[in-house]
């Protein structure tokens, strides 16, 4: 049963240390288990949608009008859909005529999240949330 991994790069550098002296690795593919299997070559685009599944980090903003001290509902779509039903953490980048530093968390969905804030009262109002959502396993 083994639980960690150890790769380790060693030279014996010729002239003067440090110049131009450096390792270029690419196309390494890690397997778990005893079989190998086929390399897996996947664009950036493909592989960061596969992380996405797990964290991502976005803003969401909007605006408007309330005619009293109400609710303004607060929708963050996700970029991917996440492996799993996703926590989210909110932290306020600008605000007006809202009460609080992060808006009441309503519903966290594998797609998105809904929240909610409260106005301060009569007005306009605006948002500029970071969202960070996280999957972990």
């Given at each position: ?14 002239g ?98 809904y ?19 996280e999957?972990?396993?």
């Open positions: 049963n083994v639980n960690q991994i150890c790769i380790q790069f060693t030279t014996a550098h010729a003067t240390a440090g110049t131009n002296d450096y390792y270029e690795l690419a196309g390494v593919q890690l397997e778990v288990g005893t079989e190998a299997t086929d390399f897996e070559n996947r664009s950036y685009g493909e592989e960061l949608t596969l992380c996405q599944r797990y964290y991502q980090v976005f803003m969401t903003q909007n605006q408007g009008y309330v005619n009293a001290s109400q609710h303004i509902g607060v929708d963050a779509r996700f970029t991917t859909e996440m492996r799993a039903l996703a926590t989210t953490t909110w932290t306020i980048d600008n605000s007006a005529n809202i009460t609080g530093s992060s808006p009441t968390v309503h519903r966290n969905r594998v797609d998105g999240a929240a909610y804030q409260t106005a301060t009262g009569a007005g306009n109002w605006h948002y500029y949330y970071v969202v960070t959502a999957a972990e396993i």
